[in-house]
């Protein structure tokens, strides 16, 4: 079966061709970049509507130069979670195709996306995952036929925490690559022994919170405190948060393997310290490489593609977008026979 698949919840319009009996992923993506400040919903709209017809465009050409004018088994797209109007094109662009292509029709949960594309990568059964991305931080484990948010925060997501703490320093989006190089410029430089910026650590049972470590940060940089430091302090205690929620939840599900998912997860110190805490307590540990972490298509068509094979495809009458779409509201279709 092959899946295009297209995505394009917030600010990266993206296609791609999944293969699945070569186990294959061409990925086309066309990020948008504000000028200044963070993601403008209406220009990243905008964004969305001139580029996800050329990234699907590249795509479907090069699936019909390899595989002739049948090389699409099904459409699959990002149904939410995600900015309405950005759905809204994702959505519609995703309905004309499928009925042009005359191929069935596939709603995916984003979030649920970014989980499975770990399990797929890593060949786990049955991990606890850790989605760290911009809008989303939440801790997910399957039980009886769904994935059951286990922890999540309880405001902003781990890189939206960290992309405003770089707006207000002066830094292009996104702020989350400049964060880990100042970071990393200042590890290198200080007394390891030295203590850290002394920022918010919330943690509540499996939930938390990072609204307060991004005006914390702020403060200190008003303070005239070394921006490197304060850089370092925000990575280790939002990291050391979701490395606690993340040892937490492999404790009381009794799981032995942990995967990463979501833009954040790019991060080196995030994945050392996971990997880390694994080690130490011998579960096994997968992030995939960066081009299925941060927004793609790949995982979409990689996940519409299970989804197409258990059947599990929408007529056009309920394709509609959600942008408060949960990963707990998803039925699993596609793991029959799995551990629960
Ligand atoms: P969601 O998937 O929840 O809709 P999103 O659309 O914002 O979130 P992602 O692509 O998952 O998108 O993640 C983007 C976020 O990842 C941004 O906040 C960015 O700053 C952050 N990020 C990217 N690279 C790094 C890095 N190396 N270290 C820390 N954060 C990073």
Redesign the pocket.
């Known amino acids: 079966m092959r899946v295009l698949g297209i995505e394009g ?4 319009a993206s296609a791609a061709l999944y293969d699945a009996e070569t186990d294959s992923v061409l990925i086309e993506s066309d990020p948008y970049e504000p000028d200044s400040g963070g ?1 403008h919903p209406r220009e990243a709209a905008e964004h969305m509507s001139e580029a996800v017809p050329e990234v699907v465009d590249a795509v479907l050409t090069a699936a019909e130069e390899a595989h002739g004018p049948d090389a699409v088994d099904a459409v699959a797209f990002s149904k939410g ?2 900015l309405g109007p950005c759905l809204r094109t994702v959505g519609t662009a995703a309905r004309a195709l499928a009925g042009t292509l005359d191929v069935p029709l596939v709603g995916v949960n ?2 649920v996306a ?1 989980l499975e594309i770990g399990r797929h990568r890593s060949g786990f059964e049955n991990p606890v995952c850790l ?1 760290a ?4 931080a939440h801790l997910l484990g399957h039980h009886d036929g769904r994935y059951r948010v286990l922890g999540e925060t309880m405001d902003a ?4 925490a ?2 405003k703490f ?1 707006r207000h320093v002066g830094w292009d ?5 400049k ?2 190089a100042a970071a990393a410029e200042a590890a290198a430089e200080r007394d390891p022994d030295a203590d850290l910026v002394d920022l918010p650590y919330v943690v509540k049972g499996m939930d938390f919170s990072f609204s307060g470590i991004s005006s914390a940060a702020n403060h200190a940089y008003d303070d005239g405190v070394p921006v490197g430091e304060i850089c370092l302090s925000l ?1 280790e205690h939002a990291f050391a948060m979701l490395t606690e929620v993340s040892e937490r939840a492999l404790s009381l599900t009794g799981a032995d393997e942990l995967v990463l998912g ?3 997860a ?3 110190r ?1 994945r050392e310290m996971l990997g880390t805490m694994c080690a130490a307590r011998g579960a096994d540990f997968h992030a995939p490489e960066p081009r299925f ?3 793609n298509a790949g995982m979409i068509a990689v996940l519409g593609a299970k989804m197409a094979a258990a059947g599990d495809t929408v007529s056009i009458p309920d394709s509609a977008i959600d942008p408060d779409f949960r990963p707990d509201q998803v039925p699993v279709t596609w793991r029959e026979g799995d551990a629960s």
């Open positions: 919840t917030a600010w990266c993601i979670p995600g984003h979030m970014h989605n991305s911009g809008a989303n997501g781990v890189g939206n960290i992309d770089t989006h996104p702020g989350g690559p964060v880990e990575q979501g833009g954040v790019q991060n080196d995030l972490l941060r927004d």
